[in-house]
């Protein structure tokens, strides 16, 4: 933001050899494709460059650790460079603690060729993942970015204001971090996330993220930080969280994996949730390049017991190992596809993508695959979000007002929305009984559906152009009833030739349907990659990962 001070930024923590000059990133005009800019820069040897890969995942790079290939040093050092680089080119960053990180690698590298032995499960004791033949180990320093508002021990902790610099620094990990930690991870930067932490997209006092294969494009949010640094290859692995999308809606946007897990699953750090008074409970979970990456982090974090540490963690570990029992045919997954969430029809790309994967799915011997019908999901988005904000935005704006901090317009919309208001103790009573009689009705609405797992769009196009994400229910509607869901890459892209507007006359579902069809120009979207969801009930987290290994047999797409 122009009047915010830029001595605030990331950037001044970067060496000043990782500092790009501005003739250099003026070859990058908005609306560029920086994923390549990290080549053209020179800045990172062929050795950086190839740890970074875009096409390499975080299992991939810890076994290279584990077997001596590369050192934890050699692998923070170079997504510790390519980070400081994306973030000059995406906004992408709040934090970075480059040599703090590079002390932790360099003392892991140390222990393990004094002992032989590494410190935990990111530092290779062994792990059982889903295939039989995966059973391997993690090594030691993997480098993980996390979200501001998470607790990393001698940083600040901020929900997007200018405010949360005069915060102090955490005092020790919070619980999420601590795991990890203890597992081998290295921290060495955290992300950037909207003021407020309630947007589908990502701006804030630190700045504004944008989708490193667009950047007209938003990366998503609320985890945008997260997801941009991935997917422009600064980070192996994010840890981000979900109120209503926050994981969903930048994995999809920038064409990365993530599972949003049920509630109490794994640590969230209780008392930093956006939403106090827990009328809706946020997920914390990965961002990150593959779906077996998903599965070692979960095994990883729910394996250490996180409940012993976390007073309102439920005691199930992660049985991706037992194999679900489908419910179709001969066995089969009985998958529900749903086109549409009945308030809003997906944009063509969207239905394009769609239409291919359930076609090859259906060709397929390993799913029955039958239509999935929406229920009342415009009635849950609608009091999901009636239930984020139960005071009427009064402390979001009370933040910024002991600032003098403007309120940024997509934060005015989410406050503003025709059902929030500030509730009495007996309204919020009331809300929460309708919560909770809307999700009994769901969950016999879905269970007479008869479906193991549900494919769905992630939101009702790609990544949108910045400021005009402002439709939530494709992914809310899972977090008001509490499912798990995944977001997925299906290996196609917006191509303006193939997903022409819509010309035809037809009934609008709602006013936000006729904006997000009417407002849909194809050459926007170019080459934003497409992702779909999908969905099981609460606490079939396995479920979903599971039918996702199956699924991925015919990925990527086109």
């Not at 480098?143 to 607790?151: F, V």
């Not at 769609?354 to 229920?375: G, H, Q």
């Not at 396995?542 to 047999?553: D, R």
């Amino acid at each position: 933001m122009d009047d915010w001070p830029q001595s605030r930024s990331a950037t001044r923590a970067f060496r000043p050899s990782l500092r790009l000059a501005t003739s250099f990133l003026a070859n990058y005009p908005p609306g560029s494709d920086v994923r390549s800019a990290v080549e053209a820069s020179g800045l990172l040897s062929a050795k950086e460059m190839e740890i970074t890969a875009l096409t390499s995942d975080a299992t991939a790079i810890l076994e290279r650790i584990k077997g001596k290939e590369l050192t934890a040093v050699e692998v923070v050092t170079a997504f510790g460079k390519r980070a400081a680089m994306g973030h000059q080119l995406l906004s992408c960053l709040t934090d970075f603690f480059f040599e703090e990180a590079l002390v932790r690698a360099k003392d892991l590298d140390d222990y393990y060729e004094r002992t032989g032995e590494l410190v935990g499960p990111l530092h290779g004791q062994l792990i059982a993942v889903s295939m039989p033949a995966m059973l391997t180990s993690f090594s030691e320093g993997l480098p993980i970015s996390i979200k501001d508002h998470m607790d990393v021990a001698g940083h600040k902790s901020g929900c997007g204001f200018s405010a949360d610099t005069a915060s102090t620094p955490a005092s020790k990990h919070g619980s999420m971090a601590q795991v990890l930690y203890d597992a081998g991870a290295v921290f060495y930067c955290k992300t950037n996330l909207p003021q407020s932490v309630m947007h589908l997209e990502t701006y804030s006092f630190w700045g504004q993220v944008v989708n490193p294969y667009n950047t007209k494009l938003t990366a998503g949010g609320s985890s945008g930080g997260c997801s941009a640094l991935v997917a422009f290859g600064g980070s192996p692995l994010s840890i981000g969280s979900d109120i209503g999308g926050s994981l969903r809606s930048p994995a999809a946007a920038c064409g990365l994996w993530t599972l949003k897990p049920t509630t109490l699953r794994v640590p969230r750090d209780a008392g930093s949730s956006p939403n106090p008074e827990d009328s809706i409970v946020e997920s914390w979970g990965p961002i990150c390049r593959s779906l077996r990456d998903i599965d070692r982090w979960f095994s990883v974090v729910i394996g250490s017991k996180p409940w012993l540490r976390e007073h309102d963690l439920v005691p199930i570990p992660w049985q991706i190992s037992t194999p679900t029992k489908w419910s179709g045919t001969e066995g089969r997954i009985r998958l529900g596809v749903m086109w549409h969430d009945g308030a809003v029809l997906p944009q063509p790309p969207i239905r394009r993508a769609l239409k291919a994967l359930v076609d090859e799915l259906t060709k397929n011997s390993a799913f029955e695959v039958v239509e999935y019908v929406p229920f009342k999901h415009f009635e849950a988005s609608e009091l999901a979000h009636e239930l984020y904000f139960v005071d009427g935005g009064a402390h979001i704006r009370a933040i910024a007002a002991g600032t003098g901090e403007r309120i940024l317009p997509l934060t005015e919309w989410v406050i503003t929305r025709p059902t929030v208001k500030d509730h009495t103790i007996h309204e919020l009573w009331d809300l929460n009984l309708r919560r909770e009689a809307l999700r009994a009705e769901y969950l016999e609405h879905y269970n007479s559906q008869n479906v193991d797992v549900v494919l769905c769009p992630v939101g009702p196009g790609p990544a949108p152009p910045l400021g005009t994400s402002k439709y939530w229910g494709y992914t809310s509607v899972w977090n008001f009833v509490d499912y798990p869901a995944a977001a997925f890459p299906t290996g196609l892209y917006a191509d303006p030739l193939l997903d022409v507007k819509d010309t035809g006359v037809r009934t609008w579902m709602s006013d936000a349907d006729e904006k997000i069809s009417t407002g849909y120009e194809p050459m926007d979207f170019a080459g934003a990659p497409l992702c779909l969801q999908l969905v099981s009930r609460r606490f079939a987290d396995e479920t979903v990962v599971q039918g996702l290994y199956k699924i991925a047999k015919v990925l990527p797409l086109g």
